[in-house]
């Protein structure tokens, strides 16, 4: 599964989080909100709004065995608007299943309708 990631868009269609998406995973969130839900980043490649702007970023990788500096586009992150999404997400009857887990709460969903509804949201909501 994490073979071929690609460098440009690292949350994008070609990343883990899409193969994720594809296989009809599952997202386990425990003691964490919506902030800390990386699969809502793949909402926000996917997602077609107004102020969506690609950037260029750089991170160090290991190329042939060496470190190197590599640079790779990507989609400008906000997650200014994920709690949003989960009030609205977790409002929508069966889709969040949730439970103690020692002291913290547990939120479990499937990724794909997670994806799903918050690409939808930010159509609508981001401007």
């Known amino acids: ?9 690292p949350t994008g269609d070609g990343s883990l989080l899409a193969r994720l ?3 009809d995973g599952w997202v386990l ?7 800390c839900a990386t699969s809502l980043h793949l909402a926000e490649y996917r997602a077609k709004y107004a102020s969506r702007k690609v950037i ?3 991170a160090p990788v290991f190329v042939d065995g060496e470190r190197r500096w590599v640079e790779f586009d990507d989609i400008e ?6 709690p949003q999404i989960e009030a609205s ?3 929508t009857a069966g889709h969040v299943h949730s439970g103690r887990v020692a002291g913290g709460t547990a939120m479990l969903m499937s990724q794909r309708l997670l994806v799903d509804h918050a690409t939808k949201w930010m159509e609508e909501n981001r401007k």
């Open 21 to 23: 998406y594809d296989m």
């Open 77 to 82: 992150d906000d997650d200014s608007d994920f």
């Open 1 to 9: 599964m994490t073979a071929g990631d690609a460098l440009d868009f």
């Open 89 to 91: 997400f977790v409002g």
């Open 29 to 35: 969130l425990l003691g964490a909100d919506f902030q």
């Open 56 to 58: 260029r970023c750089g």
